[in-house]
């Protein structure tokens, strides 16, 4: 029996569209139920569970008469409009038979980035599950724009699991464990644990299935383990039909062991949810100054400024070279910095106003890359 799996008292579970619906689109109420049956019991064990959940965009397909998963984004989000409810509506109904009530949390990258969002994106899970809800937790497709999406949901799944801190992540895929190449070959071996980066070596990762509903594939799935398992969290990668022991702490599947003690939670996230909006150029005595002294980024240290970006946003702090060195959520508009460049905050007190005696990218709000 796996330990990390049995001891393990807040379970975030990730499961894709190709386990919840047809490859023509439309849920599956029977995989549903089965879900909802498997997290119940860990429910009714005194765990607190979070559901990830993928399907929205493959929902919506079979009503819209869509018949394969569209490629532009206008599309994609009509498809999430409609198949979002009528996947909240199932879960709801599937969990009702246990007693258990659920709430939809829909998220997009703003919402864990930016303080105020990210903690209010905690105190929701947070209450959701001391209130003895299941929340379900899908990114906010009918809003969310190319440039600031995540991606896909098996990194929304780690990042949902640093969020919360849970003890346990499980991705539920079509595909039983990760393997040293194709499944189908005869060659090809089972991984069933993952200590760190030279357990991975010369393995190949495949892309989405056949069945073109998902975005994922098993490429997405390690880099979501990487993700976790960096923040401290072991994670179990499994096929949706083994849920059961795999939650029971059988040896099924490939569990991907911790590799290190959690990180600021928030700055863990600053460092893996985001897409930088800008660049910020640092002068050599700058970069030592946030490198390897951690201080804050004042103007005095910046050479040029690239990007269209507004105050709160995230932008990346690179070397001479154009390297970056950190990520940061800056507190100037772009078009406010070039004419602060190289002067000290005291100088531009003066000149200026007191509002301009700050940093440009606060240590709190700065990770190293």
Same mark, same amino acid.
């Given at each position: ?163 919360? !801190? ?90 991907? !062991? ?22 910020? !150029? ?79 990218? !606060? ?7």
């Amino acid at each position: 029996m796996r330990e990390a799996v049995t001891s393990a008292r807040r379970v975030v579970v990730k499961i894709g569209s190709s386990s919840l619906t047809t490859a023509t689109g439309g849920l599956d109420t029977a995989r549903v139920d089965a879900l909802a049956d498997v997290l119940a019991g860990l429910c009714a064990d005194g765990r607190e569970v979070v559901l990830v959940s993928s399907g929205a965009i493959a929902a919506g397909l079979s009503p819209l008469a869509i018949p394969r998963r569209p490629r532009d984004l206008a599309t994609q989000q009509a498809a999430a409009s409609v198949g979002q409810g009528l996947l909240i509506g199932r879960y709801a109904a599937s969990f009702d038979r246990h007693g258990l009530i659920v709430g939809q949390v829909l998220l997009t990258v703003d919402d864990v980035t930016r303080r105020a969002h990210y903690r209010n994106a905690y105190r929701t899970l947070r209450k959701l599950l001391d209130m003895r809800a299941v929340p379900i937790v899908n990114e906010n497709d009918t809003v969310a724009t190319e440039e600031i999406r995540f991606g896909d949901n098996d990194r929304l799944a780690a990042l949902v699991a640093a969020l919360v !801190h849970a003890d346990l992540l499980v991705l539920l895929s079509d595909v039983d464990a990760l393997y040293t190449g194709d499944p189908a070959r005869p060659d090809t071996r089972k991984i069933t644990d993952v200590r760190g980066e030279a357990d991975l070596a010369g393995i190949t990762l495949g892309r989405a299935g056949k069945a073109g509903v998902g975005t994922g594939g098993m490429v997405t799935k390690v880099e979501a383990a990487r993700i976790a398992t960096g923040f401290g969290i072991p994670v179990v990668l499994t096929a949706a039909p083994l849920a059961p022991a795999a939650l029971a702490g059988e040896e099924v599947g490939t569990l991907f !062991h911790p590799v290190r003690q959690r990180p600021t939670a928030r700055l863990f996230w600053l460092a893996h949810a985001t897409s930088p909006r800008g660049r910020l !150029h640092l002068d050599p005595g700058a970069v030592q100054a946030v490198v390897a002294r951690r201080k804050s980024l004042l103007p005095a240290g910046i050479t040029a400024v690239d990007g269209a970006f507004t105050a709160g946003d995230p932008v990346d702090l690179v070397d001479s070279s154009g390297a970056p060195v950190a990520r940061g959520l800056v507190n100037y508009d772009a078009v406010e910095l070039p004419s602060l460049l190289g002067r000290s905050t005291v100088e531009l007190a003066a000149a200026l106003g007191p509002g301009y005696e700050r940093e440009v990218v !606060h240590r709190d709000d700065l990770v190293l890359l």
